[in-house]
């Protein structure tokens, strides 16, 4: 079922770094974007997929894991994805991307998650050092990073709290806990 789906498509930020995603995983994962909705069908969204070791290294300590996580650094060794796609904008087809890249990753999570796979989509990005390492053209800009790969990691949806903290939080078990709006907060009567 979809909502199954939708709900074990928590992000996922711990992997089992040993097992590789190969590159016919990611280009079908991508055939999933390329299907899915566009603004004006303009389709303007370009990718880079990357699954080698010495590229995803290259490509890690330029994301921002979990900024709500202080004293967590990120996936440690070990634990880092295992491939990552990054979406670009293509200059030269719009100046604008409205939401296309937000609905090509959910397409893209979606359809890692069916493959046993899981992700997060990583929009804190040092930009200009990834330009650089991966010799991005001026002409595509860099929208998100999807991170994947198996997971390691256990995930509980929470309610918001009459608090209203929507922070997410590891306990001592390093369960990771996102809390969620109910529904009667976000439909407006
Ligand atoms: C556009 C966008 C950008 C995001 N950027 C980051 C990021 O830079 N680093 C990160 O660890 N998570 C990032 N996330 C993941 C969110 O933190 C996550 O979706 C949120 O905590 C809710 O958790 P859930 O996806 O498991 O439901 C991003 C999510 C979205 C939709």
Request: proline share 6%; aromatic share 6%; charged share 25%.
């Amino acid at each position: 079922m979809l909502r199954d789906l939708i709900i074990s498509n928590w992000s996922c930020r711990r992997f089992d770094e040993e097992a590789a995603v190969d590159r016919q995983t990611l280009e079908e994962l991508v055939d999933l974007a390329r299907l899915s909705a566009s603004a004006a069908n303009l389709q303007p969204l370009k990718y880079i997929l990357s699954h080698e070791p010495q590229e995803n290294a290259e490509i890690f300590p330029l994301l921002k894991w979990a900024a709500y996580l202080k004293e967590w650094a990120g996936p440690s060794p070990g634990e880092r994805p295992a491939a990552y796609i990054i979406v670009l904008g293509d200059t030269q087809i719009s100046k604008g991307f409205g939401c296309d890249h937000g609905i090509a990753a959910q397409s893209i999570l979606l359809g890692a998650r069916e493959k046993g796979l899981a992700g997060c989509m990583i929009g804190l990005i040092n930009r200009e050092e990834l330009r650089e390492a991966l010799a991005i053209p001026p002409r595509y800009e860099i929208l998100l990073v999807i991170a994947l790969g198996k997971p390691r990691e256990q995930v509980v949806i929470d309610e918001v709290g009459p608090n209203g903290d929507i922070k997410y939080w590891r306990d001592r078990d390093a369960v990771h806990h996102v809390p969620k709006r109910s529904l009667k907060e976000i439909i407006l009567d």
